[in-house]
């Protein structure tokens, strides 16, 4: 909401300090998120008299004028325009302005004569689009002053409000002024003189058909109009605060709207059919031009305007028709003012992709009973330019059972200071709050019944009068204390765990991406993933279709886009949300972790696994014989805890790496991390270190393709028996010597006893127990 | 050494019982030729290999001092025997205690060397380990936790799909309430129609927590949030958003103002203060927006804040006549945009390795 500082100061004296005005009224609750500078002259263009003109011999396009800029210098300009006459006062820019248009004056010489600057048209300095000469001022203006001076232009100081949905009384001048007035303790500039209608009675009739959706609608006749320009000063408040000044009777209706926040509209009344109007719900299809001249086909949710001949003029609330238009042969009109369901407004103005100015205010709110306010306004503005202007007798006022009545709250001061932590009495509330329209009646427990202005919509509630009451006071008064909390504060067992696991995966030099949680609906399948996606309703853009249900398309795309930023080798591990559908009320949305390693290969993602399971105290069983969807069949198991999957680790299938337009081979461990992280991990608990030496004892193993290490692995450990207090795979070897069908594991025993030392014995006896073991998964003992 | 005193006291033992009769001085004259000998190549020695070899010369098995050793008991007399014995040991000593030295002197010389030789240009790397990179907006976030933590505040969390009722009916906001148009929402097809959201704030969190945790409540609630909006160098349509949550006895304004002022030094510095500024949110009543003040005088708008509204303490089964609080919320990703100076938020989110590697 744009409010001019100039059309403030009439209704509430703020003074010139515009800075000071601009905090307070941000500190009332109403931010001021810009002040702007409107209209008046250019900065460095100043008045002067034109003292001669001169002619060069080698200047065919130009001549040279000299002029006065009151300090008695003569100064000299080569100007192109040949209108000005020596006494004439022109605009003169002056060495350093920047123009309208962007452009630096400077002294730009011509035949080696330089020149003290411009002299302006009217186009030059954004005034019209007269080029055909220099502007010629007005006479009798001192010189060297700004030329706007010498056209009345007056400068115009805005302040641009983020009014919020609390404050529709806001989108006024007045309401605005009511609170700075409120706040500075001053008294709001009276509302105008009630206007006495006269005979004789002229009426346009009302019937309000729907009275659910318009519960107010008023009429009065104004006869005594002449259509013509408004004053200068009402045109450049309007044009300041965002509106195009049209004629006097269309510029009045405006300046009421900014001023008291209540849409209007003066009707022709030669025109209007039947003299009269029809409030009514639109027909579905029935068409409408609106005044911006687009063509509407209404639906039976839109409120129409119609005239007593039940043809629409407007849509209510809205916008009117291309014919109810004022003309410049208008003389009397039917102005209607009236109040619309807010909600009926903001739904049909949203179907009809429609905002007007009216549309915004009435959508929030306006004054059910400012009617009578705005009215006189009306009058007493438009008669500035219409001095012979009748009000005729009358008037409609038509209302409706659903027009809003002032509400009634009770408003315990105990309850007020308990919530802001300073007392307020019954006498300091109504001192703050009385002055901006709320009355008050002491009861006799102590409370104040609160009778709340018809303009502030949003009080209904005590706690919206301790709001009122905050804000006047100032929360800067109120003080800062910090609440004395009997909780300790802390992350939770879940949370410390999460930030265990990412400080182990990045640890282990993996970086953390954030992809984006949208997915394109085809990215499941291209990853061969199955399942359906949960669809967004109304997604931003293509390919933001769904929601993903897996981490593994968005690290796949971003494993891609690196590579195509000739990144390779990139590691990189996400903990996000997926959500898969659910017949639940809502998806089945758990956290989990992706992990994916662009380079690499299987064995590396089961060692992150591996290194993550030990710092997490997390066991979950690698079962290759699972093989996870998108995955290399040959190359990837599923991680499960019990009979539940809870993860998978090993590699990207080449197809889906080609799908993603990956080249390089990708390693990738998923973890369900609502399940992992939910468990308690058991506590290592400490093994005394051997202080005996231990012994090494190397075994390779041909061991058929078949049986998997883990399953040698196991057998290994199980006939060792206690003595082994390590055991490393340091060998895989596949080839000849392996002979076909089976390969060589090679394996690092390392025994120990806590008492005592080993001998060769204790050795060999591992040995023979070992091989016999391994012997029944069919392994040999290589020689 | 050792085992030449060994020897020694062998000799001894045994000396008397030798047949052969020898003259002492000469033993004598031996032992200081043999110690003189010794002296003069130990200074003479160029490295510790050349020390061993005297020592091996003169003290070893068969050196030139262990063999007059043998020597002594071909000497007459006790006194004789101890006269020559006692010139043996000194000599020995001295040529052992040289021999230390030297040889000491020597490896000193030679670790020296060694040691320049194995000079290396410490600026000449050619592969590091390389530590992971937390994301930007994880460092932000745990940075938060971490203070208010500190404050007294613990962290909860909630599902980022969220029910209509949920993300505005229980905030104040029921159907076709304007503020909902403040809201840019994500819908999604999962139940009725318009019944799920993705949630455009983490204030769904609160209601969530006023439904399971007993008051006292101290708790912030980080999270991903949604905004149907488009994206620009300053704008997410995902991003995050940390809020915050005390309810207790007694709670007012006041005890709104001087969280947010301790949290406003604890996180950005001792020389920042806070604001409060009246404004509007569904949700809370009285409202205001807070702002920072910067060392250098500065005001930043920062997040959103009020006093709980009954409305939403009653959505939460709490009753307002017995407990009030606050609540405020504001954007984690600024937070890690303005400490690093990232200008478009975009970058924020490219999982570009080049980006992730900078933090």
């Known amino acids: 909401m744009k409010i001019v500082h100039s059309w403030l100061n009439d209704l509430v004296p703020v003074g010139d300090d515009i800075d000071a005005v601009a905090d307070l009224i941000t500190n009332l609750g109403l931010a001021v998120e810009d002040v702007a500078h409107v209209g008046g002259s250019v900065a460095g263009v100043i008045t002067a008299r034109v003292l001669r003109t001169e002619r060069h011999p080698d200047a065919a396009k130009v001549h040279r004028v000299f002029v006065d800029a009151g300090d008695g210098v003569e100064r000299h300009v080569w100007c192109g325009a040949f209108n000005m006459q020596a006494g004439d006062i022109i605009p003169l820019a002056t060495p350093g302005t920047v123009m309208p248009d962007g452009r630096a004056i400077e002294p730009k010489p011509i035949l080696g004569i330089s020149s003290d600057g411009m002299l302006c048209s009217s186009r030059e300095l954004g005034l019209g689009d007269d080029h055909s000469g220099i502007l010629i001022l007005p006479g009798d203006v001192p010189l060297g002053v700004p030329y706007g001076e010498a056209l009345g232009l007056g400068e115009e100081i805005v302040y641009d409000l983020d009014v919020l949905r609390n404050r529709p009384d806001c989108y006024g001048h007045l309401g605005v002024a009511r609170d700075v007035a409120a706040k500075l303790g001053v008294e709001l500039t009276p509302a105008p003189a009630h206007v006495d209608p006269v005979e004789p009675a002229r009426s346009a009739t009302v019937k309000i058909v729907d009275g659910d959706r318009c519960a107010r609608f008023t009429t009065v006749v104004i006869s005594g109009i002449v259509v013509g320009p408004s004053p200068d000063w009402m045109r450049r408040r309007l044009s300041a605060a965002g509106m195009r000044p049209l004629n006097n009777v269309v510029d009045v209706s405006n300046y009421v709207m900014l001023e008291c926040n209540q849409p209007n509209h003066p009707y022709d009344l030669d025109t209007l059919g039947g003299g009269g109007f029809i409030v009514r719900r639109a027909k579905e299809g029935e068409e409408i031009v609106t005044l911006d001249d687009v063509t509407r086909a209404m639906s039976a949710a839109d409120l129409l305007i119609c005239d007593a001949d039940d043809v629409p003029i407007g849509i209510g609330g809205i916008m009117g028709a291309k014919n109810s238009e004022i003309r410049d042969s208008t003389t009397t009109v039917a102005l209607e003012m009236a109040w619309f369901e807010p909600n009926a407004i903001m739904a049909s103005a949203n179907k009809l992709g429609l905002r007007s100015e009216a549309s915004a205010r009435f959508e929030r709110g306006v004054d059910p009973f400012g009617m009578g306010r705005a ?181 796949l795309k971003a494993i891609a886009f690196n590579e195509s930023h000739r990144q390779v080798g990139v590691s990189l591990f996400e903990i996000g949300h997926v959500y898969p559908p659910s017949d639940d009320v809502l998806p089945a949305e758990y956290e989990a972790l992706a992990v994916v390693l662009a380079g690499a290969q299987a064995a590396d993602a089961v060692a992150v696994w591996r290194e993550l399971a030990s710092a997490m105290g997390w066991g979950a069983r690698l079962d290759q014989s699972n093989v996870p969807a998108g995955t290399h069949p040959a190359r990837s198991a599923t991680l499960s805890l019990g009979r539940d999957p809870v993860g998978v680790v090993g590699e990207i299938h080449p197809d889906v790496a080609d799908a993603f337009e990956v080249t390089e081979r990708v390693a990738i461990l998923e973890l369900n991390l609502s399940v992992l992280l939910a468990n308690e991990p058991s506590v290592p608990r400490w093994k005394p270190t051997s202080r005996f030496p231990s012994s090494d004892l190397d075994l390779a193993l041909v061991v058929p393709d078949s049986v998997t290490a883990e399953k040698v692995d196991k057998a290994i450990r199980q006939s060792a028996g206690a003595l082994l207090v390590d055991l490393q795979l340091f060998d895989v070897y596949r080839g000849a010597a392996a002979g076909d069908g089976a390969r060589s594991l090679a394996y690092r025993l390392r025994l120990q006893s806590a008492d005592r030392t080993l001998t060769d014995d204790d050795v060999a006896a591992v040995r023979t127990k070992v091989e016999a073991a391994t012997s029944k998964l069919g392994a040999t003992l290589r020689s | ?49 050349d020390v061993r070899a005297v020592e091996i010369d003169v003290l070893g098995k068969k050196g030139s001092l262990t063999d007059l050793k043998t020597g002594l008991g071909k000497l007459a007399t006790i006194e004789e025997k101890k006269q020559a014995g006692s010139a043996l040991n000194e000599a020995a000593s001295t040529v052992a205690e040289a021999l230390a030295a030297r040889l000491s002197e020597l490896r000193r010389a030679e670790r020296a060397v060694q040691l320049e030789v194995e000079r290396v240009d410490l600026t000449e790397i050619m592969r590091q380990p390389q530590r992971g990179h937390a ?83 101290y708790m912030i609630m980080p999270g991903r949030v949604f905004r149907n909006e488009t994206t620009d160098a300053t704008h997410l349509a995902v991003f995050h958003q940390i809020e915050g949550l005390v309810i207790d006895r007694g709670i ?54 009020g006093m709980v509204h009954p409305n939403v ?29 990232i200008n478009d938020v975009r970058e924020m989110y490219s999982n570009d390795i080049r980006f992730l590697e900078q933090f």
């Open chain 1, 375 to 555: 009215g006189s306004r009306f009058v007493e503005l438009l008669r500035i330019t219409c001095p012979d202007l009748v009000v005729h007798a009358g008037g409609v006022d038509e209302r409706s059972s659903d027009l809003p009545r002032p509400n009634v709250v009770a408003v315990r001061p105990a309850a007020v200071s308990a919530l802001l932590g300073t007392n307020f009495d019954v006498d300091a509330i109504r001192a703050i709050i009385e002055p901006i329209g709320f009355s008050c009646e002491p009861t006799a427990a102590g409370a104040v019944t609160v009778l709340t202005p018809t303009w502030r919509p949003d009080c209904t509630m005590e706690v919206d009068l301790v709001e009122e009451v905050a804000r006047h006071y100032g929360y800067e008064r109120l003080g800062k204390t910090v609440p004395k909390s009997t909780i300790p504060g802390g992350l939770t067992a879940l949370q410390h765990r999460r930030r265990r696991l990412r400080e182990v995966l990045l640890g282990l030099g993996i970086s953390e991406a954030m992809p984006h949680p949208f997915l394109a609906a085809d990215d499941l399948a291209k990853a061969g993933l199955p399942g359906e996606a949960v669809r967004l309703t109304n997604p931003l853009a293509a390919g933001d279709d769904v929601l993903r249900a897996s981490l593994r398309p968005g690290l």
């Open chain 2, 1 to 49: 050494m050792w085992r030449w005193r060994q020897q020694l006291l062998r000799l001894k033992s045994h000396g008397s019982d030798g047949k052969a009769r020898a003259m002492i001085d000469d033993i004598v004259v031996q032992v200081k030729a043999a110690r003189d000998g010794a002296l003069a190549r130990l200074v003479a020695a160029a490295t510790s290999d």
């Open chain 2, 135 to 217: 994301h930007v907006v994880t460092q932000a976030w745990q940075r938060l936790e971490d203070v208010f933590v500190g404050l007294g505040f613990q962290v909860a969390e909630g599902p980022e799909v969220e029910t209509d009722w949920y993300n505005f009916e229980a905030l104040n906001m029921p159907a076709n309430h304007p503020a909902r148009s403040m809201h840019d929402t994500f819908y999604v097809d999962h139940g009725a129609p318009g019944s799920t959201v993705l949630r455009t704030h983490t204030s769904p969190v609160q209601m969530r927590v006023m439904q399971t945790v007993a008051p006292p409540i």
């Open chain 2, 252 to 305: 007012t304004l006041a005890d709104l103002a001087g969280t947010i002022e301790a949290f406003t030094k604890s996180f950005f510095g001792p020389g920042f203060t806070s604001r409060l500024r009246p404004s509007y949110f569904p949700f809370t009543e009285p409202s205001a927006e807070f702002d920072i003040r910067t060392p250098s005088g500065q005001w930043l708008e920062l997040g959103g804040s």
């Open chain 2, 313 to 341: 303490l009653r959505a939460g089964g709490l009753d307002p006549e017995e407990w009030s609080g606050f609540a405020f919320g504001f954007g984690i990703d600024r937070m890690a945009k303005e400490r690093h100076g």
